[in-house]
């Protein structure tokens, strides 16, 4: 149950790997005795072989490649804790990918100079999100849609929360406003 717990926190810090003094991290948690588990930066170094291949530049682009690329990594979404980190960090990847501009200014991030496949993408990412019975793969996937849907999906993000729980529909109500309201 630790493991799983650092193991969700791994994901927001996948992009700073470059960053981590890891010797110090490591260092410092072997010392401190709390019994904690492992924070996810040494789960990034213990894992670094596998994510750098998983997250290569042509592995990447070849997800959006056509629409059943797209729909079959998504497919690796598990319920809570069941999803493949690897996978995870994948996901989170082929989002930033598909919203990237290579030497744009900070201010021009919703201008994705990758538009067909940005579609692709954001299409899977709907569809999952509508058709998964699981609550947590229904926000996993309106989660990395709040990054990279197209304004003119927020009816359909919407309609993602329309039969699921409080929480999922609530989410889903948030990711549609925040997407309507940006222009792409």
Same mark, same amino acid.
């Given at each position: 149950m630790k493991?799983? #717990?650092?193991? =969700?926190v791994c994901f927001a810090a996948a992009a700073s790997i470059a960053a981590v003094n890891y010797e110090e991290l490591v260092k410092s948690a072997?010392? =401190?005795g709390n019994g904690v588990a492992p924070i996810s930066s040494i789960w990034q170094k213990e894992?670094? #072989?596998w994510i750098s291949k998983a997250t290569a530049p042509e592995v990447i682009a070849a997800c959006v490649e056509s629409r059943e690329k797209a729909d079959a990594?998504?497919?690796e979404v598990k319920t809570a804790y069941?999803?493949?980190p690897v996978a995870a960090v994948k996901i989170a990847e082929v989002t930033h990918y598909v919203m990237d501009k290579p030497n744009a200014p900070w201010w021009a991030f919703w201008r994705s100079s990758r538009e067909g496949e940005r579609r692709i993408w954001t299409e899977a990412l709907v569809e999952r999100a509508k058709t998964a019975t699981d609550d947590y793969v229904k926000i996993f996937c309106l989660d990395q849609l709040r990054?990279?849907?197209f304004p003119e999906q927020s009816p359909e993000i919407l309609s993602v929360g329309e039969e699921a729980s409080g929480n999922v529909s609530k989410f889903a109500a948030q990711v549609a406003k925040e997407v309507g309201d940006r222009r792409s």
């Open positions: 493991r799983a #717990i650092f193991l =969700s072997e010392t =401190s894992n670094e #072989i990594l998504l497919a069941e999803t493949d990054w990279c849907a």
